[in-house]
């Protein structure tokens, strides 16, 4: 073979490889897709409304929460559905931010969470799977559709899949109202929640403003970044009511590490939707 046909071969080989890149197939949201398919099936809601009964035996806090905001008297749901669009993120300290799609699904029934980010990396797609399902977390990062950036798994992501899980359950009476998450009220304006699913516990706390708003959720969880458990936080914030529901419109979450903080994540376009 000649230089010239080496190189001519390698040029095609660069072209295929971008075209490639461009095409809108990808293995990992063939994959997503195919568990969020799975796990909707398990996750069929009630043909009921939930009232002011169902939820006489929470705290006094949370039932404030719920009858203020406008989250009584709707529908029971399965599944809560986030999509996010153009959010912010960062990968760590020290990294770059990044613009992307993120869309999550928490299924009530199975206690699972499958969520995805789309974006790009070095100028090459970049795809994130975060998951909790049958007990187990786990984070995968793909860029260029193929090649896995890291894959972590073990006892710690399980338990921080589930703090993530619990935090997210705030947003739909269907979330709160389930018999393996006990509540303890420490305030008139924050109630401890300790979420159990298969042998394993995680445990928050939800803080609300004089309107009844939830402010935020604060948890220890783990950090791949520092190997330890730090101060995790999700804040609430611009609330506004639309058809009688009101939610905020603006949703960051925090590292509070011990030599600085590190706002990861927020967003202001995004949508909270159920099944």
């Known amino acids: 073979m000649t230089f010239k046909k080496l190189l001519l071969g390698i040029f095609i080989l660069a072209i295929l490889i971008i075209i490639y890149i461009k095409l809108p197939f990808s293995k990992t949201r063939k994959e997503f897709e195919s568990k969020v398919l799975m796990l909707l099936e398990e996750s069929l809601p009630q043909n009921r409304k939930i009232t002011k009964d169902d939820i006489n035996e929470l705290p006094e806090v949370l039932q404030k929460y719920l009858v203020n ?22 990968m760590g300290r020290g990294k770059d931010k990044l613009k992307i799609e993120h869309a999550v699904y928490n299924f009530l029934r199975t206690n699972s969470r499958c969520a995805i ?18 007990g187990r977390g786990r984070m995968k990062g793909i860029i260029a559709k193929h090649i896995t ?9 399980d338990k921080s899949a589930l703090v993530t899980y ?15 998450i006990d509540f303890r009220q420490l305030d ?22 004089e309107r009844y708003e939830m402010t935020s959720f604060k948890a220890k969880r783990f950090s791949d970044e520092t190997k330890s458990y730090e101060d995790w936080e999700v804040i609430a914030s611009d609330y506004k009511r639309e058809k009688n529901i ?13 030599d600085g903080e590190l706002l990861y994540f927020d967003s202001t376009n995004f949508s909270i939707q159920s099944l």
Request: proline share 3%.
């Open 69 to 90: 905001n406008g989250l009584c008297d709707i529908g029971d749901a399965g599944t809560i559905i986030f999509m996010f669009y153009e959010a912010d993120f960062k």
């Open 117 to 134: 980010i789309n974006t790009t990396k070095y100028g090459l797609p970049f795809e994130g799977i975060d998951e909790y399902i049958i």
């Open 149 to 157: 950036l890291f894959d972590v798994t073990g006892k710690d992501m």
């Open 166 to 180: 619990l935090a997210e359950s705030i947003f739909h009476p269907s979330g709160l109202l389930k018999s393996n």
């Open 188 to 209: 008139n304006y924050s109630v401890e929640a300790t979420i159990t699913n298969r042998g394993q516990s995680a445990t928050g706390v939800f803080y609300f403003n």
């Open 246 to 258: 009101n939610r905020p419109t603006r949703l960051q979450a925090k590292w509070h590490y011990k």
